[in-house]
C-alpha cells in the first residue's frame, strides 16, 4: 500500500465557494487519501505505544453553513473518537499540511498534561523540537514556533490550559504548501512518523 502524497489540487479545495461543494471535493479529493494514510500511521503508532491506536477522518458533520477551512485525520486510543482524548492530527489547510500532537477543549487530560508540564516546565519545553510550532486554537491558522518561546511563555500557556475549559494545545510540525506538494510518499511517511514520535513525551505526559 502505498503512502499518498499531496498535489495542489488537493490544496485547491479551500478555494471552493459554498459548505456542500467544498465539502464533496473534500470526500473526493482528500479523505481517501486520509483513509490511507491513517492505515500506515495507526500501524505505526500502535507499534509504538504498545497499545491499539484507531484512526478517525473529521467529517464536519455539526457545520452548516460555513465551509471548514481545514481538514485532517487524527489517531487515538478510544475507538468511538478522539476529541475528548490526547490525539495526533495530520492535515491541511490552503498554506500547509500540519502533524500535530493534540489537546482540544473537549480534552478531559489538559488539566493533568499542564500540571505535569508546570512541574519541571524546563525539562519539557526542552524536549520538544526548536523548529516545531504550537497552536492554542485550532480553529484558527495562527501558530508560534517553539524557539521563541521563554519559560515564563510556557507557564503562562500551561496554566491557562489548566484553568480555561476553551484552552486548547496543539503542537508538531508544519510543512508549507510548496514543500508539501514536492514530497513523495516514502519521504512524507517518514517526516510524520519522525515528528510523532518526537511528540510522544507530551503524549505519555498527558497520562502521568
Known amino acids: 500500500m502505498v503512502f499518498p502524497t499531496f498535489t495542489e489540487q488537493d490544496f485547491h479545495v ?28 495507526s500501524a505505526h503508532l500502535t507499534n509504538k505505544l504498545g497499545d491499539t491506536v484507531y484512526t478517525h477522518i473529521a467529517r464536519h458533520a455539526r457545520r452548516t453553513v460555513n465551509p471548514p ?30 502533524a500535530w500532537f493534540a489537546l482540544i477543549y473537549e480534552c478531559e487530560q489538559k488539566q493533568q498534561f499542564a500540571n505535569n508540564f508546570l512541574k519541571n516546565v524546563q525539562k519539557y519545553s526542552n524536549q520538544i523540537p526548536k ?14 514556533l517553539v524557539k521563541t ?16 475549559k476553551k484552552a486548547e494545545f496543539l503542537c508538531g ?13 516514502n519521504v512524507l511517511q517518514k517526516k510524520i512518523e519522525k515528528t510523532f514520535d518526537q511528540l510522544l513525551p507530551l503524549y505519555h505526559l498527558s497520562f502521568e
Do not use: C
Not at 14 to 41: C, N, W, Y
Not at 149 to 164: F, Y
Not at 173 to 185: Q, T
Open 14 to 41: 479551500f478555494a471552493i465557494d459554498g459548505l456542500e461543494t467544498r465539502m464533496e471535493a473534500l470526500q473526493r479529493e482528500i479523505q481517501p487519501k486520509f483513509s490511507t494514510i491513517g492505515e500506515h500511521v
Open 131 to 144: 523548529d516545531f510550532y504550537i497552536s492554542l486554537d485550532h480553529t484558527i491558522p495562527d501558530v508560534t
Open 173 to 185: 510540525m508544519l510543512i508549507p504548501r510548496k514543500e508539501a506538494v514536492s514530497l513523495n510518499g
Open 69 to 98: 477551512e481545514e481538514t485532517w485525520v487524527a489517531w487515538a486510543t478510544n475507538k468511538r473518537g478522539y476529541k475528548a482524548h490526547p490525539h495526533f492530527q495530520l492535515g491541511l489547510r490552503d498554506t500547509f499540511v500540519f
Open 149 to 164: 518561546l521563554d519559560k515564563e511563555n510556557w507557564e503562562s500557556i500551561m496554566k491557562r490550559l489548566a484553568t480555561v
